[in-house]
């Protein structure tokens, strides 16, 4: 009872040693525990929110959208739950968002205030943007929806976005500011967008090797049933076709045959008509001939009659004058009177055929002149006939040039209709086979990948950091007992000489211990899974339920264990050396060490100059080497810890910055629509005035394996040289240039794969194909994996012409200008600024750059426990000696600085040490800290090095000042008689 009763005295007289070790052992322990279960903490909140929200293993989406069909082919005894879905990508005033359907068995939301939905005017909107009752109109791609004004109901946040950066967008400046989650009888869609699936698993740590094994055996599953189902929904939908183009098809036939007979109906009327015509014509031909051959007949007949009765009339005439010749000749003669008598019969009957001559011929002139009144008469007849049948034949002509006219346009019509019918078979025979989309948590959940890649990081940081922390720790809670125990050799063989066995001695120092252990690892421990991983999950920007600490047995079992097995292998070992000695050799006090000559006073020229303090304090340096190094060697560590702390943070931060400024140098990275074998006009045209250098390019997305491992990198082929691009050579720092026999790699990709200049290196790219390329060269990057080659190596290596599907370019006009311009157009897909990037690359960082504020912090922590236990041990052994200094006559001031010059010598040195180990240790550690597609920078900014010696040295004039206090108050007689 009384050892355990001096233990206790131990521990209130020598309260300060006592703190520091428990101190120094809760900071190490708290660090490790802590920063070691942040992770796991935080992963096991996200796996835990995951699981409750049901997050999806599997999203499909296919190009000719998906059918409950595919629903029933993917079903199987392994699928846990299977949905089909919705989603529309939409501007709501001039921010973009996503608009998802509301699930009810995959990716549901977590309510964090309001109600569900129960109308299709109403929404769920993510909590971090929107207010409850807020009315929100959508603006833009209207087709695919029914409502465009919803009401919001309910406050939520959603496993699909893991953090608060929601990622990129078509629509907008590029930027996905939010999500809505509405009704599926909101959407105006005929068929399901996508499709998503989880497995029946007994693990859910997504982040685990299992999980990954797991996502590629099923996605080898899925991509087998989407061979088959591709097959399928393109049969479907040409069937569909087929079908929706046989009324048409029928309809078509039918005009066609209706017209044609419409057509020959017409046209035989017409023929009719024409034949009718004709035989009219004919019979109007054979009158008028006949007509004309009668008028002919019968005025030759008037005239030959008229000519006869001239002739007669003549004749007649004459023979009257022959006749009154004659009868004058008679009288003249006093012929006879009988003869007269004769003559006047003969005159009577010559006068009487005259007249009736001149009768006759009066009848035929009148005849005659009636035949010209018959003739004009006919020839009017004949004229109106041939008038009608001209009529008519025009008539019959303009029928058959209408009916000429009504064929060609039916034909054309009917060629159109057939050609279009033609067409509209080759294009559903020509269908683009329906393509599936396969993808999973990496593709879909916002930051899900980058957050494993920070994870990794912080967990690199936790296994390597925490060592120094452990080496620290155990130095200088073995080196505080092993001195507690030296400085109590005469209160050891006290106890000896009083009886006590060896056993019950060491007892006394056993419990001392394992109480300050104890204690140290249980407090330390509590509070470190408390504090620090709150604090690592507050560093992210993740959308998950708020940390509740886990205690983790077996971690707590493991440290206590190993503290106890160390601390009291320290104290038996200690203990041990000492009771080795007699009793009375234990109550004697322990030889001061020798002294010794030191270098410098081999250096004439400058231990003539040192005054007679600094000559002492050389020597107590030569002279209490043990204290000295351990001096050095605590303040080396904790230097170093420093130094890492703002280290990684310099070799973190600045990647984003160095990526986009060192090696590319584009302002926008735009992803067309539509594959292009070089600008077209339309592109000129849509382009010029804002971006004025222009950069066309391959790129796609590939992977390549090294180890147990797969990687991803981005194959980029240039349409030409250009100044967009850095290639420096990691070795030489020159810049390499694009050849066509091989491809520019990046550093990390080549480190992974070790890989030299002139290798081969093989990989898959999205689809499957295995292809391999030469490296010609390797560059510096610094985030994201990529092989650089000519517009002429990708041909060769891909076996066939290029076709750009991005742009890079300079930009002359402000980015909010160029995204309404480019994003309002059919050519554009989405764009990607090197602001936004960079911006991205710098929060992504940011929580591990409080990470490592937080290193620094506890570090300097543990720096100056480390550094009070040194002091306290420090002025423990040398009471005596400062003591005598008093009496001697030193001035405060000058007892101090005897103290505080070998205090500070020694941490210099551990400062210089400190940083000369860091610095050479530093781009290994950090190779432990980067991910597979990062590379972190490897040196420090001078800026931290004054840092570390600034926070160093400042707890060197903290020690200084405790010091100066406990100096000032040790009692010099009292010390001076302590030996008696």
């Known amino acids: 009872m009384l050892l355990y009763k001096n233990a206790y005295l131990k521990i ?93 068995h995959i990716n549901t939301s977590r309510l964090i205030k309001g109600r569900l939905p129960q109308k ?153 008509a024409q034949s009718q015509l004709q035989k009219a014509q004919v019979t109007f031909n054979t009158q008028k001939v006949q007509a004309q051959k009668q008028m002919t007949h019968a005025r030759i007949k008037l005239q030959k009659q008229i000519s006869q009765l001239k002739e007669a009339e003549k004749k007649c005439q004459q023979a009257l004058a022959t006749m009154q010749t004659a009868k004058s000749q008679q009288v003249n003669t006093a012929a006879m009177p009988v003869k007269q008598a004769a003559f006047s019969k003969q005159q009577a009957t010559l006068e009487k055929q005259l007249k009736t001559i001149q009768t006759n011929k009066q009848k035929c002139y009148t005849a005659m002149q009636k035949l010209k009144g018959q003739e004009t008469q006919s020839q009017k007849q004949f004229a109106a006939w041939q008038m009608r049948l001209h009529t008519q034949t025009q008539q019959l002509t303009n029928a058959q040039e209408q009916l000429n ?182 109550l004697r006090e322990k030889a001061p060490s020798k002294g010794a000559h030191v270098i410098f006073e081999r250096i004439p020229w400058i231990w003539r100059h040192c005054s007679f303090s600094w000559k002492v304090t050389l020597r107590n340096l030569s002279r209490y080497k043990k204290r000295t190094i351990m001096t050095i060697f605590g303040t080396l560590g904790c230097a170093m810890l420093i130094l890492l702390g703002f280290g990684i943070r310099d070799g973190i931060s600045s990647i984003g910055e160095r990526q986009y400024k060192e090696c590319v140098h584009y302002d926008e990275m735009i992803i067309l629509n539509h594959t292009v074998t070089k600008e077209t006009k339309a592109l000129r045209k849509l382009f010029d005035g804002s971006l004025n250098k222009r950069l066309y390019a391959y790129s796609s997305a590939n ?157 300097s922590l543990l720096a100056l426990s480390v550094l009070y236990n040194l002091t306290s041990i420090n002025m423990s052994e040398r009471t005596r000696e400062i003591a005598t200094l008093k009496v001697l006559g030193f001035k405060p001031s000058e007892t101090n600085a005897y103290i505080d010059r070998e205090t500070i010598i020694a941490m210099i040195i551990g400062i210089l040490f400190g940083l000369l180990v860091t610095t050479l240790i530093f781009g290994t550690l950090m190779q432990f800290v980067e991910t597979s597609d990062t590379i972190f920078i490897k040196t420090m900014k001078p800026i931290s090095y004054l840092y570390t010696i600034g926070i160093t040295l400042s707890f060197a004039f903290i020690m200084a000042i405790i010091t100066s206090y406990k100096v000032n108050r040790i009692d010099m007689i009292e010390s001076l008689k302590s030996i008696e």
């Open 12 to 104: 209130r007289h020598s309260l300060g040693r006592f703190l520091s070790l428990f101190l120094i052992i809760a900071i190490g322990v708290g660090f490790y525990a802590g920063i070691k279960e942040a992770i796991p903490q935080i992963r096991h909140v996200q796996n835990t929110y995951n699981k409750k929200y049901h997050l999806m293993d599997f999203k499909i989406v296919s190009t000719q959208g998906l059918t409950h069909k595919d629903i029933q082919a993917l079903t199987s005894k392994d699928v846990k739950e299977i949905e089909g879905s919705y989603n529309v990508e939409a501007l709501e005033k001039d921010h973009a968002i996503m608009i998802h359907a509301i699930t009810t």
């Open 120 to 272: 299709k005017e109403e929404c769920l909107a993510d909590v971090k943007h929107y207010k409850l009752h807020q009315v929100l109109t959508i603006t833009k791609d209207q087709k695919q929806l029914k409502v465009h004004r919803f009401k919001v109901v309910g406050l939520i946040t959603n496993p699909l976005y893991a953090t608060t950066n929601y990622g990129t967008a078509s629509l907008g400046n590029g930027q996905r500011f939010s999500y809505l989650y509405i009704p599926k009888e909101s959407f105006d869609v005929p068929v399901y967008q996508l499709i998503y699936l989880t497995f029946k698993r007994s693990y859910e740590d997504a982040y685990a090797k299992n999980y990954k094994t797991f996502i590629k055996e099923k996605t080898n599953t899925l991509q087998s049933i989407a061979r088959q189902a591709e097959t399928r929904r393109t049969q479907d939908l040409k069937n569909e076709a087929y079908q929706k183009l046989k009324p048409k098809e029928k309809k078509l036939t039918k005009k066609k045959s209706e017209g044609l007979h419409a057509l020959q109906k017409q046209e035989n009327k017409i023929k009719k």
């Open 405 to 586: 006219t009504q064929k060609q346009k039916f034909t054309k019509e009917i060629k159109n209709a057939e050609s279009k019918m033609k067409q509209a078979k080759k294009k559903i025979a020509s269908l683009k086979k329906a393509k599936w989309y396969i993808t999973n948590r990496n593709d879909e959940v916002t930051s899900y990948k980058d957050l494993e890649g920070q994870y990794d990081e912080v967990t690199a940081i936790a296994n390597i950091i925490p060592v120094f922390f452990i080496i620290i720790v155990m130095m200088m809670t073995s080196n505080t007992m092993t001195r507690m125990i030296s400085e109590e050799r005469s209160e050891m063989g006290s106890f000896a000489s009083l009886g006590f066995s060896d056993r019950q001695i060491v007892s006394t120092y056993l419990c001392y211990v394992l109480v300050a252990t104890l204690s140290g690892v249980c407090l330390g421990y509590l509070i470190g899974i408390a504090t620090l991983p709150r604090f690592v999950y507050n560093c992210f920007p993740l959308t998950y339920p708020a940390l509740t600490p886990l205690l983790n047995l077996p971690l707590l079992l493991i440290i206590l264990t190993v503290a106890i097995v160390l601390m009291v292998g320290v104290t038996l070992l200690s203990c041990d050396r000492e009771l080795r000695e007699a009793p009375a050799y234990l």
């Open 703 to 859: 992977t390549y394996s090294y180890g147990d491992h797969e990687g991803t990198f981005y194959t980029m082929a240039f349409s030409k040289t250009n100044d967009l691009f850095t290639f420096k050579d990691i070795h030489s720092a020159k810049n390499l240039t694009l050849t066509d026999d091989g491809a520019i790699i990046t550093q990390k990709m080549a480190e992974l794969l070790k890989v030299k200049v002139g290798n081969k290196v093989s990989f898959k790219d999205s689809e499957g194909k295995r292809y391999t390329i030469r490296v010609s060269g390797i560059c510096h990057n610094y985030v994201s994996n990529y092989a650089y080659m000519t517009k002429a190596y990708y041909q060769k290596v891909y076996h066939k012409p290029i076709q750009f599907n991005t742009v890079f370019a300079k930009s002359q006009v402000s980015q909010q200008k160029i995204t309404k311009h480019l994003l309002d157009s059919d050519h554009v897909l989405t764009i990607q600024y090197t602001a936004n990037l960079i911006d991205q690359a710098n929060k992504s960082i940011s929580g591990l750059d409080e990470i490592v504020v937080m290193l620094v912090i506890i570090s």
